[in-house]
């Protein structure tokens, strides 16, 4: 079934007399919602124009800051390397990671290592996108520490018989991991696809994907991939209805609308024996899809009717106008049958309808019995005034159950902002926050450097910090810059 974006022209707001208070005055004008208003928010949170527009004031304090790191001790990890096409040996850049957990979010031991699964690639081909596989003892955190397993998924695994979207794979892109109960490694990530050939779409179709990773020791020091088993496709996007699938973008135009369709970066979690799966998306067309209409929805906006007309007129004059009706970015929730197939779609955990198409990285967990959403996002992407294209943010958002309400913390959403060009050396993205056994701080861990800008340096770990999170507010830890890649700390970092 195809779904063509809906269209509605916004109606010209009307507004009162103006009520004269006393001799000279002021002037009081009150509006009235249009034929076309209305208030929806569809049964869950929204991140609202109002909020984001508060952004630009909150975050050059400390609390928000992505520390200043210190260039020259930046190092590349040393054993990331792989082959050209040509086959020859070559250092890699590393950038979007995330380590291997527990249930609960924590770093997982396994075998006495931790264990980060990172894309990977030649710097000179931006279409070369692999996940590669890094390990560390557990107790070490120095960047010359990690080693590499290489590549997890040889080029012959995405041929699995009779599954409908892996053979047409052309890049892997992030995910998440999890320990089992059976001490077994379960991977799911992004099954990318830019073919066009043999049933392919060409529209970058992306799958939430899963397999079974399976390693041997060769020696005590040695962790190797040893294939992986139960590699299939996971979640579509279903019939367009709840989630935003790729038919729906094609439809749109695909990119020459201007529409930026996404499903990725799935994110597993558990909660009192169930399983699930958090992950990007967009709306689809029962839960506030996108479109024209949106201009008219308040839920969207946030603050008072006056706010919201003043702002929806604002927006319909604005040059990002096309971008802000196609925005309808969400962070999505499916629950997973034991055998990591789809039991249940469910309704967005929050979507961000007229402020970005974008929002990415999902990562969720549960600390001192809340739960806490987390999300990436740049400002390039954005519709709202003050927000510069050099701004990228970590998102933040807390509910007292898995599904919601989710409410912003420090009242906007603004966990970290990070504002450095793009060709700075010390250029962060892809935050990603891992809980610790103990206490109110988590370790933020990131990526380095955009890859192949320089010929010496490589997008690489980060150097990690501390955030510390109190109930409903965060704030960066002063002075505690760790190691690169550094997933935990000790007790007298709690």
């Known amino acids: 079934m195809n779904f063509k974006r809906l269209t509605k022209k916004a109606a010209a707001v009307t507004f009162s007399t103006a009520i004269l208070v006393g001799a000279g005055g002021p002037q009081i004008f009150a509006q009235q919602m249009t034929s076309g208003d209305y208030k929806k928010d569809y049964g869950f949170a929204h991140i609202t124009r109002a909020d984001m527009l508060k952004i630009p004031g909150q975050q050059n304090s400390p609390q928000f800051k992505v520390p200043q790191f210190n260039v020259s001790a930046i190092k590349n990890i040393d054993s990331a390397k792989g082959y050209d096409k040509s086959g020859n040996l070559i250092d890699l850049d590393v950038w979007d ?10 770093a997982a031991n396994y075998q006495g290592y931790h264990i980060v699964f990172a894309l990977a690639g030649d710097p000179k081909n931006s279409n070369d996108t692999s996940i590669y596989l890094f390990y560390q003892k557990v107790g070490d955190t120095s960047i010359d520490s990690w080693k590499n397993a290489g590549r997890v998924f040889k080029d012959i695994d995405k041929f699995v018989p009779n599954d409908p ?15 089992t109960k059976d001490g077994q490694v379960r991977l799911f990530y992004t099954d990318y696809s830019g073919n066009t050939e043999d049933g392919g779409t060409g529209a970058g179709n992306q799958i939430i994907s899963t397999a079974q990773v399976n390693f041997s020791q060769p020696d005590a020091a040695t962790l190797k991939v040893d294939g992986v088993s139960d590699h299939k496709s996971v979640f579509d996007g279903g019939d367009g209805t709840v989630y935003q699938n790729i038919q729906q973008f094609i439809d749109e135009g695909k990119w020459i609308s201007g529409d930026n369709h996404t499903l990725r970066d799935p994110h597993y979690v558990e909660d009192r024996g169930h399983k699930y799966l958090v992950f990007e998306a967009n709306t689809g067309t029962t839960d506030g899809y996108q479109g024209d209409q949106s201009f008219n929805n308040k839920a969207y906006y946030g603050g008072s009717d006056v706010f919201f007309q003043n702002e929806k007129n604002k927006l319909l004059q604005s040059p990002k106008k096309q971008i802000a009706s196609l925005a309808n970015g969400a962070l999505g929730i499916v629950e997973l049958n034991d055998d990591y197939t789809v039991k249940s779609v469910m309704k967005p955990l929050i979507a961000s309808n007229t402020v970005t198409d974008e929002i990415e990285r999902a990562n969720i967990f549960k600390m001192n019995n809340k739960w806490y959403l987390f999300t990436d996002s740049r400002g390039s992407k954005m519709t709202i005034d003050g927000i510069n294209d050099k701004d990228v943010y970590m998102l933040g958002f807390v509910a007292d159950s898995l599904n919601g309400p989710f409410k912003p913390l420090n009242e906007t ?21 891992v809980p610790q056994p103990e206490g109110n701080n988590v370790v933020i861990t990131s990526y380095m450097t955009n890859r192949g800008f320089y010929p010496d340096h490589h997008s690489t770990f980060a150097p990690s910090f501390l955030l510390n999170i109190q109930g409903t507010k965060t704030s960066v830890v002063p002075n505690s810059i760790l190691e690169q890649g550094q997933l935990t700390v000790g007790d007298k970092n709690k």
């Open 97 to 106: 990671s995330w380590p291997l957990q527990n249930a609960d979010g924590t």
């Open 165 to 179: 979207y892996l053979k047409y794979q052309t890049q892997e892109w992030s995910g998440s991991a999890t320990l």
């Open 413 to 433: 959403g603004l966990v970290l902002n990070m504002n450095l060009d793009p060709a700075d050396l010390t250029f962060t993205y892809s935050h990603f926050a």
